[in-house]
């Protein structure tokens, strides 16, 4: 789970250090990834559902789970666009809720419970950080961001890509453990990334500054002007 949100902070990073300004695009892609799940969601669900009768007893009002969906949806979507100081409180908020949840208003922990969950509040999420990043206006420089992006255009798609990707394979362990042990644990857990990831980031910008100074010494069968070549 770490490993997942490590690598996608850092795509976040890259995004922002090669020329992206977007705050509400950077947030768009850490909530809209949820679709990938939907055919392994279709696909699975029908292989892990009890007996029909099982499920419509512990099944809650439909307008309970909306309003469920909505509210921790919307708080997922206000976790993403806060600042780093209010972000830990926010999030263990979030997690706390999705506790209480499963525990009281679920009552279970089949794959079906877990994916609905991730889907619809992801799509609501998803659909207020739509909102914000047209009420802000941030659209109008999408075209121009791509593609004055530093490391080309398709750096730029794939960054988005995959930082989606492992948002929510971040999110499916998120909610497994959850589910199975507790919001505590998962948060102390995640709370391990926190000083790691600026160190990870300081270790590549580091070897990639010792790379560009490293002088490369020639073969002695090289020319003369290649001698005293150096790559910085």
Same mark, same amino acid.
């Given at each position: 789970?770490?490993?997942?949100?490590?690598?996608?902070?850092?795509?976040?990073?890259? *995004?922002? #250090?090669?020329?992206?300004?977007?705050? %509400?695009?950077?947030?768009?892609?850490?909530?809209?990834?949820?679709?990938?799940?939907?055919? *392994?969601?279709?696909?699975?669900?029908?292989?892990?559902?009890?007996?029909k009768?099982?499920?419509? !007893?512990?099944?809650?009002?439909?307008?309970?789970?909306?309003?469920?969906?909505?509210?921790?949806? =919307? !708080?997922?979507?206000?976790?993403?666009?806060? #600042?780093?100081?209010?972000?830990?409180?926010?999030?263990?908020l %979030?997690?706390?809720l999705?506790?209480? $949840? +499963?525990?009281?208003?679920?009552?279970?922990?089949? +794959?079906?419970v877990?994916? #609905?969950?991730?889907? *619809?509040?992801?799509?609501?999420?998803?659909?207020?950080? $739509?909102?914000?990043?047209?009420?802000?206006?941030? %659209?109008?420089?999408?075209?121009?961001?791509?593609?004055? *992006?530093?490391?080309?255009?398709?750096?730029? $798609?794939?960054?988005?890509?995959?930082?989606?990707? +492992? %948002?929510? =394979? +971040?999110?499916?362990?998120?909610?497994?453990?959850?589910?199975?042990?507790?919001?505590?644990?998962?948060?102390?857990?995640?709370?391990?990334?926190?000083?790691?990831?600026?160190?990870?980031?300081?270790?590549?910008?580091?070897? &990639?500054?010792?790379?560009?100074?490293?002088?490369?010494?020639? &073969?002695?069968?090289?020319?003369?002007?290649?001698?005293?070549?150096?790559?910085?």
């Amino acid at each position: 789970m770490n490993e997942s949100t490590m690598t996608a902070r850092l795509l976040g990073r890259l *995004y922002y #250090d090669k020329g992206g300004k977007s705050k %509400w695009m950077g947030t768009l892609v850490q909530l809209g990834g949820f679709p990938i799940l939907l055919p *392994y969601y279709f696909i699975s669900a029908p292989k892990n559902l009890t007996t029909k009768n099982s499920i419509h !007893l512990n099944q809650p009002p439909a307008s309970l789970l909306a309003f469920i969906y909505v509210s921790l949806g =919307l !708080l997922l979507a206000l976790e993403k666009v806060c #600042d780093r100081i209010h972000i830990q409180l926010v999030y263990g908020l %979030w997690l706390s809720l999705k506790q209480l $949840v +499963f525990k009281n208003v679920v009552k279970g922990k089949t +794959f079906k419970v877990v994916m #609905d969950m991730i889907i *619809y509040t992801s799509f609501v999420a998803t659909c207020a950080t $739509v909102v914000g990043l047209f009420a802000s206006g941030e %659209w109008n420089g999408l075209k121009n961001e791509m593609k004055e *992006y530093q490391i080309g255009k398709a750096s730029y $798609v794939f960054n988005f890509t995959f930082t989606a990707i +492992f %948002w929510q =394979l +971040f999110t499916i362990g998120c909610l497994g453990l959850i589910s199975e042990i507790s919001s505590l644990f998962c948060n102390a857990i995640s709370v391990l990334r926190v000083p790691l990831i600026p160190m990870l980031a300081q270790y590549i910008n580091d070897t &990639k500054s010792e790379n560009r100074n490293t002088c490369h010494v020639p &073969k002695a069968s090289a020319p003369q002007d290649e001698v005293h070549r150096c790559v910085r």
